[in-house]
């Protein structure tokens, strides 16, 4: 059992028989009456965003997912493909289901597939990834003394802000989870 003062952005609960994944949440104490805590979550099935307050020590049963470690093959008529690497089973998934993860999926890539009672729902990317830069400003001589940094667009579309010695063809670590640059890679 998960009670709300164990929420963290990230973590999976069932909430009306659906698996959730908490997008956001705030504990709020009201004057007189007991904490609530508000929270935003996404249905992993149907993708929608809910809005839902509940009383603080409210509690949530923990949603039995299964996790497999599956290769991203290739996108065909908006389908992303993915292959089981034991039994080499194909499966499409929507761009709706990937979410974010698409931007940090390059063929090849081994990624987690969340299951929920056997249907695939989401799609986890690794942690970290190594992607090459397809399109930034030229850094010039000088513009490290302000530590600052500028926009550059990634091979598979997502666009972060890289340090100002980072150019075109470079490849750079990202941090899935934040979608922040982390380290240019030797």
Do not use: W
């Not at 935003?40 to 049963?61: H, I, P, W």
């Not at 063809?169 to 990202?174: C, E, F």
Request: hydrophobic residues 35%; contains cysteine.
């Amino acid at each position: 059992m998960i009670s709300t003062s164990d929420f963290r952005k990230g973590m999976k609960i069932e909430f009306k028989g659906e698996p959730c994944e908490i997008v956001d949440f705030q504990h709020v104490k009201m004057g007189r009456g007991g904490a609530v805590v508000r929270t935003k979550m996404k249905s992993l099935k149907s993708g929608n965003v809910l809005e839902e307050t509940f009383r603080a020590g409210e509690k949530f049963e923990r949603p039995e997912l299964e996790e497999k470690s599956m290769q991203y093959l290739y996108f065909q008529d908006g389908l992303y493909y993915f292959m089981d690497t034991e039994t080499y089973e194909q499966i499409p998934f929507t761009e709706v289901q990937l979410g974010d993860a698409r931007l940090y999926l390059k063929e090849n890539t081994v990624a987690t597939v969340l299951s929920y009672k056997g249907q695939p729902l989401a799609v986890e990317p690794p942690t970290f990834v190594e992607l090459v830069v397809a399109e930034t400003e030229p850094g010039f001589k000088g513009d490290t003394a302000s530590g600052g940094s500028k926009p550059a667009k990634l091979e598979t579309g997502a666009s972060i802000r890289v340090p100002f010695h980072i150019n075109q063809g470079d490849i750079v670590r990202v941090d899935t989870r934040t979608g922040q640059y982390v380290e240019r890679v030797k």
